[in-house]
Antibody, heavy 122, light 112 residues
């Protein structure tokens, strides 16, 4: 059974960098599928941030592309999100995810992490 | 980006009755090469991540009760709960997965 677990700081100061990691169990990232990040806030609802393949190729939200980096570490079976220059608008629950369609970067999400609430505040 | 608009924002349905949620995309999310509509539907209960119900507009995810069905093509889609159960109280979202994913604003389903 595929399981995903987010980890990282829950409080980030404005203008700093948000960094989260998603540990995957029950499936080897190297076996395929795209792995991604989605966030949810009261103001913006559900928002796709980007996805990554095991070879490191990435796809990003157009609106956040300049601030988002998604990377993969197949040796640790995990992938990561960094979001630069955060503001209060980046306060949200961040989910890591895997899609149902193996070869699509645009995730219809079958597997979700439980989510991690990240607050941007000084 | 593809804009997804759901209606209504909320609805109250009696137990055992039908619930219908609509979702409109702009532009179309039909891809002629695959002959598929790239729409997914999710159910989200309080404090939980969303749960995938339907993808490619009408393919029911494994383990999802058959009272949930998806239909539509092009720009107009519907999620139907044929006989509402107490455990179906939740917020439902549509999402397009043809391009950079975007979601509808959600529809809250309650018991009348």
């Amino acid at each position: 059974q595929v399981q995903l677990q987010e980890s990282g700081p829950r409080l980030v100061k404005p203008s700093e960098t948000l960094s989260l990691t998603c540990a995957v169990s029950g499936f080897s990232i190297s076996s395929g599928h795209y792995w991604g990040w989605i966030r949810q806030s009261p103001g913006k609802g559900l928002e796709f941030l980007g996805s990554v393949y095991h070879d490191g190729s990435t796809y990003h939200s157009r609106s956040l592309k300049s601030r988002v980096t998604i990377s993969v570490d197949t040796s640790k079976n995990q992938f990561s999100l960094t979001l630069n220059s955060v503001t209060a608008a980046d306060t949200a629950v961040y989910y890591c995810a895997r899609g149902v369609v193996p070869d699509s970067a645009w995730l219809a999400v079958r597997y979700w992490g439980q989510g991690i609430m990240v607050t941007v505040s000084s | 980006d593809v804009v997804m608009t759901q209606s209504p924002d909320s609805l109250a349905v009696s137990l055992g009755e039908r619930a219908t949620i609509n979702c409109k995309s702009s532009p179309s999310v039909f891809y002629s090469t695959t002959n598929k509509n790239y729409i997914a539907w999710y159910q989200q209960k309080s404090g939980q991540p969303p749960k995938l119900l339907i993808y490619w507009a009408s393919v029911r995810e494994a383990g999802v009760p058959d009272r949930f069905s998806g239909s539509g093509s092009g720009t107009d889609f519907t999620l139907t709960i044929s006989s509402l159960q107490a455990e179906d109280v939740a917020v439902y979202y549509c999402q397009q997965h043809l391009d950079t994913p975007t979601f509808g604003q959600g529809t809250k389903v309650e018991i009348k």
